[in-house]
């Protein structure tokens, strides 16, 4: 989304870190440093803090970057082994800065579809609330 798109659903775009990121490992990498900036703020002790990925579909490791367009079959394993190390490391630095964080993913009803009639939109339910 671009800072326009924000704009018009109203969202405070001088209170936001936005990022484009190419990789996970530079995802989650940037992510680290800023909680560790938060946390290390006494201008942001005790505020809530929302994190938001968008999205894990599109995600990919380094490996897969640098490796060409060839298929490697290692490929998606190591994207599962580094996506599950980078939620483990970040596990106390968002609980350090009062933080949550959402990844969205894409969800398919029909596996192989790439466009059209694919997400069943009655299934498809995102709930999230806070309470302060």
């Given at each position: 989304?671009?800072e326009?798109?924000?704009?018009?659903?109203?969202?405070?775009?001088k209170?936001?870190i936005?990022?484009?990121?190419?990789?996970?490992?530079d995802i989650?990498?940037?992510?680290e440093?800023?909680?560790?900036?938060?946390?290390?703020?006494?201008a942001?002790?005790?505020k809530?803090?929302?994190?938001?990925?968008d999205?894990?579909a599109?995600?990919?490791?380094?490996?897969?970057?640098?490796?060409?367009?060839e298929?490697?079959?290692g490929?998606?394993?190591?994207?599962?082994?580094?996506?599950?190390l980078a939620?483990?490391?970040?596990?106390?630095?968002?609980?350090?800065?009062?933080a949550?964080?959402?990844?969205?993913?894409?969800?398919?009803d029909?596996?192989?579809?790439?466009?059209?009639d694919?997400?069943?939109?009655?299934?498809?339910?995102?709930?999230?609330r806070?309470?302060?």
């Amino acid at each position: 989304a671009s800072e326009t798109f924000m704009k018009a659903f109203g969202i405070n775009t001088k209170k936001i870190i936005y990022s484009t990121l190419d990789t996970v490992e530079d995802i989650f990498e940037t992510m680290e440093k800023n909680l560790q900036t938060i946390t290390g703020s006494g201008a942001f002790k005790n505020k809530p803090v929302f994190i938001l990925v968008d999205s894990l579909a599109a995600m990919k490791s380094k490996k897969l970057v640098e490796g060409g367009f060839e298929y490697n079959m290692g490929t998606q394993g190591e994207f599962a082994k580094v996506l599950g190390l980078a939620l483990k490391r970040m596990t106390t630095h968002l609980i350090q800065a009062n933080a949550v964080l959402v990844i969205v993913n894409q969800q398919r009803d029909k596996l192989g579809v790439t466009h059209g009639d694919c997400v069943d939109p009655f299934t498809t339910k995102i709930k999230i609330r806070y309470k302060a």
